[in-house]
């Protein structure tokens, strides 16, 4: 029957090996159970599912940030919203869902710029579509203050005027 992974949607995916052009071992989850399966994780690999619900095997990544630094972030999203949290290498991005059905957008994310120190800088997604990209709004070593001063405007339209606003940006 080969590997079962059921995604946070309830969609079923198979674990699937094969061979690249080089020769070398490649896997992919697929929702079809044909070709060649497999029947555990490989060593060294874990499953990764995005927020939207794609489900991936990828090597096992390293944990930059610690759990306070993740739950800090989260207790300063309001509460009535809908969110997932996703960590790729030096970044903690925040998803927002509108609805039940609908899909997860990246509207903030909080980037490490200094392991060492532990200093975080907040971004928020433009919407202009002469931009469409991440902006800048503060960086600070206090992550609770920093999460703080972003994660409230999250769901609202003062959401929308970040960075432009004059309450301390």
């Not at 290498?89 to 609805?99: A, P």
């Not at 997860?104 to 579509?129: H, N, S, T």
Request: net charge positive; proline share 4%; hydrophobic share 30%.
């Amino acid at each position: 029957m080969g590997f079962l992974y059921t995604n946070s949607l309830g969609d079923n995916y198979y674990l699937h090996k094969g061979l690249t052009k080089k020769g070398n071992t490649k896997y992919w989850f697929s929702k079809k159970m044909d070709g060649d399966l497999v029947n555990s994780i490989p060593d060294n690999y874990e499953i990764y599912e995005e927020p939207n619900g794609m489900v991936y095997l990828r090597k096992i990544q390293p944990q930059i940030f610690s759990k306070q630094e993740i739950k800090t972030i989260e207790s300063n999203i309001p509460k009535n919203l809908n969110y997932k949290i996703d960590t790729k290498k030096n970044i903690i991005t925040i998803f927002l869902s509108e609805g039940l059905y609908s899909r997860y957008q990246p509207l903030m994310r909080f980037v490490l710029v200094d392991k060492k120190d532990r200093i975080f800088e907040a971004q928020r997604f433009c919407f202009k579509g002469s931009i469409d990209d991440w902006i800048e709004l503060d960086s600070s070593e206090y992550l609770n203050k920093l999460a703080n001063k972003c994660c409230t405007h999250l769901g609202k339209d003062s959401f929308y005027d970040l960075p432009y606003m004059v309450d301390g940006f």
